[in-house]
Each structure stands twice: as C-alpha cells, then as structure tokens.
C-alpha cells in the first residue's frame, strides 16, 4: 500500500511454477494452456496432487533419489549472521518425469519449481498461439498470487485470449478489482456448503468462499462451481441444493456450469485413500437433484 491506502502495482514478480501444459481440452472453454503454480492454503483430504501445497524446503531428501541427475545441492554464500546455507537446484533438460521426487518428498513440496515472472509465462503461452482459444491459471491454488494473475491476463487480453482462474475461493476476490478487469470467469471450488463440513474436509471454514461465489455470481464472473464428490465426509445432495438456494438471489443459476466430480483415490495421500469412489449410479442420481434444484449445465466427471 502507498502512503494514501491504494495498493500499489506489483510487476514482474515472479511466481512459483509447478507446470505449463500447452494443450488442454479440460481446463474450461476450447483448447487453452494451463499453468500450474505451488502453493496451496488448504489440505483437503482428497487432494490429487499433494506435491503442489507446499514449497521446497530444500532438505536435500529428494536429490540422491533422481536417477536422472536432474537434481543438485548447490551452498548459498554465507549469510550475515555466518550460519551456512543450501538450494537443491532442478535441471529440466536431465528429467525423465519420474516422479521419484515428488514420492519421496514428506512435504508436500516438489524440486521441479521454477521460479517465472509474467513475461516469462507468456513467452511459454506465446509457443502455442494461434492453436489456443484461452489460458487458464490453476494451482496449488493460484490467487495466492493475484499481482501476477493480473500482469499476465492483461497481457493475455492484449493477445485476445480467454481467461479463467481456477480457485478454491479462499482469497477475496473483491480486493482485486484490476484482476477482476482482466478475468473472464472463475471455475471456484465450492467443497462443502456447512461449515463443520468444510473445516472436516479442508481444514478450514468456508465464509470467504461463499463471499467469493456470491460476488463472483453478481459480477457475471462465475465460470463454474465444483464439488468433489466423498459421501463419507458430507451429504452431497445436501451441498448441492444448499448451494443453489444460496447463489439464486445473486444469479440466474440455469446459466451457471456445475461440474460433480466423483472422488478417486488415485494420487491422495495413502491415509486419505480409504474414502470410497462413487459408482455412476450415484453420480446419475446427483445430476437429478442438482436439475431439481435448477441447475441446468451439469457436468459428471
Ligand atoms: S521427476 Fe525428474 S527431477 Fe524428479 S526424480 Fe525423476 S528425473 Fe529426477
Ligand atoms: S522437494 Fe521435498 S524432499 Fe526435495 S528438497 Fe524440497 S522439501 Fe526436500
């Protein structure tokens, strides 16, 4: 913030990196890239990709595991106060994509980091125009960084492409009004309505996710909403109507993409796997009440 209380522009930042796929036909409208930053303020149980929520902490554990020699031990110089200090550096042009990394790390982190700012970012996008309709930035969770969100999706615009953020709403939205500006739509995780629910499934409430839903609804903002499907942690016919009586007075709900997603246990963390998948049968049942309910784009996956 400057002296008078605006906040100040924040460029050029640069921003953990997990993954950039060039094509993706699943992370919204058309072909799009999606980028994956690291980072996540939530610790769902289901979560699929565990080695996205936290950053390295450069314990070294990984580096003698790669077999590929993509992984180094560099010493930092000494510090003021004399105490000495290590990196693990990550070399992509020696990775086999293993995975060996990620499965030995115990802190949800990944050696497979690079740090990018916008410009850089874009320049990866750039590879793949005029093939792509759309950009989409997920996570970890992506508006841990909305300075950078709002760099690169102006630049996108400038390019005269689609963008959407996929979130798990537990930022304000509405301090971001610059983002917003440059943001076509939000694809936001609703993970559970009550809010012992959310804590048992997150760790954490879930007030500013459904600040972030009604505001997102009213500024014609919201994309999609989403919902894992674990019968053992909520009562998702109960999520499902709970929502749509909530939005309704934001929006017109018919025109709003409600995506069910069946939980799977490939990927969650071996104390989360005992949580059943549910069959087709059920996922079928649920489309019912979700059009009862007056949804009207329902997508089962
Ligand atoms: S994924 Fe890459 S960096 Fe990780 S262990 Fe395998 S080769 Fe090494
Ligand atoms: S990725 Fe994990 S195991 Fe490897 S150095 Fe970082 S914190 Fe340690």
Not at 12 to 34: C, E, L, M, Q, Y
Not at 135 to 145: A, P, Q
Not at 212 to 220: H, I, M, P, V
Not at 273 to 294: H, T, W
């Amino acid at each position: 913030m400057d002296r008078k209380g605006t906040r100040m522009k924040k460029e050029n930042i640069k921003v953990p990196v997990n993954r950039i796929i060039p094509f993706s036909a699943v992370d919204g409208p058309g072909n799009r890239t999606a980028v994956f930053l690291q980072g996540c303020n939530l610790d769902c149980k289901y979560c699929h990709n565990p080695e996205t929520r936290a950053l390295c902490i450069h314990c070294g554990a990984c580096v003698g595991k790669c077999p590929a020699g993509a992984l180094s031990i560099v010493q930092e110089p000494t510090d003021t106060m004399g105490a000495k200090k290590s990196r693990v550096v990550f070399d992509p042009a020696k990775c086999v994509a293993c995975d060996t990394c990620i499965h030995t790390c115990k802190h949800d982190a990944s050696p497979r980091i690079q740090w990018m700012n916008a410009d850089e970012v874009l320049a990866e996008i750039q590879k793949q125009m005029p093939f792509i309709r759309g950009v989409t930035v997920s996570g970890g969770e992506c508006m841990l960084y909305p300075e950078f969100l709002t760099e690169l999706f102006a630049k996108c615009k400038e390019l005269g492409l689609h963008t959407l953020i996929d979130s798990n709403g537990m930022v304000d939205f509405s301090l971001y009004p610059d983002l917003l500006a440059v943001t076509d739509g939000v694809m936001l995780d609703i993970k559970a309505f009550r809010e012992e629910d959310h804590v048992r499934v997150t760790g954490s409430t879930n007030e500013t996710v459904l600040q972030n839903a009604a505001f997102l609804a009213g500024e014609d903002k919201l994309y999609e909403i989403r919902t894992v499907v674990v019968r053992e942690l909520f009562d998702p016919a109960e999520v499902i109507v709970s929502i749509a009586e909530f939005l309704r007075p934001f929006t017109d709900i018919g025109r709003l993409r409600y995506k069910l997603i069946a939980f799977r246990p490939f990927g969650v963390r071996e104390q989360y796997q005992i949580y059943e998948s549910p069959d087709a049968s059920y996922m079928q049942q649920l489309r019912l009440v979700a059009l009862q309910a007056g949804f009207k784009d329902i997508v089962i996956i």
